[in-house]
């Protein structure tokens, strides 16, 4: 089946460790999103990727990282310089035009303690 | 002010009853995206318009460009409806969305 997947569905990190969220699609799509989720707010662009070997920083880029080696992979590196790391990492891949459209995996929540 | 403001942000109905869930936009946008996030977390696409009106099931949804609102209408609602419903706003690879509207259906 065509999707996109996250791993894992939670995830649990001691403060001050870099943790990596995967984030995989295999729908032959070209553009890929991380996004952050807190309670009451909205979702929050924090990378995005229209095309393999590039990345563009979005609203909130500070203290992650990623990198774009394969289309089908968008992995997301949380750094111990993000100071509030805990929350629901959604993950998602766009096509039509301008990449509007947008498919999303089923989430990653992390839990630093 | 958000840039993209959802009404109300909790809402509880009786199985049956029609629902209204209310999104108001500031930005300049290309389209307007409604979505479902279950209680797992995974968030679906229920529809992406530009204009008019779009129906799918017992699902319709509006947008008035001019006045920078859409809703989102349930008719006959059903307690598997129960999710959060986002609303997005798209332009120019720049997506940004409303904080969410709680459902609730009860029977």
């Known amino acids: 089946d065509g999707g996109i997947t996250q791993s894992p569905k939670y995830l649990f990190r001691k403060e001050g460790q870099n943790v990596t969220l995967s984030c995989e699609q295999n729908l032959n799509h070209d553009a890929m999103y991380w996004y952050r989720q807190d309670p009451g707010q909205g979702l929050r662009l924090i990378y995005y990727?229209?095309?393999?070997?590039?990345?563009q920083k979005g609203d909130i880029a500070e203290g992650y990282s990623v990198s774009r080696e394969k289309k089908e992979s968008f992995p997301l590196t949380v750094t111990s310089a993000q100071k509030n790391p805990t929350a629901f990492y959604l993950c998602?891949?766009?096509?039509?035009?301008?990449?509007?459209?947008?498919?999303f995996g089923p989430g990653t929540r992390l839990t630093v303690l | 002010k958000n840039e993209v403001e959802q009404s109300p942000q909790n809402l509880t109905a009786q199985e049956g009853e029609f629902i209204t869930i209310n999104c108001s936009y500031s930005?300049?946008?290309?389209?307007l995206h409604w979505l479902q996030q279950h209680p797992g977390g995974g968030i679906v696409s229920l529809f992406m318009l530009s204009s008019g009106k779009k129906k799918h099931g017992r699902l319709i949804a509006t947008i008035n460009i001019q006045e920078k609102h859409s809703s989102l209408h349930i008719t006959a609602s059903h307690p598997r409806d129960s999710a959060v419903y986002i609303c997005a706003a798209y332009n120019n690879n720049d997506m940004r969305f409303g904080a969410g509207t709680r459902l609730t259906v009860k029977p």
């Open positions: 930005v300049g946008i290309s389209a």
């Open positions: 998602a891949s766009g096509q039509g035009k301008d990449y509007n459209e947008q498919f």
């Open positions: 990727s229209q095309i393999v070997n590039d990345f």
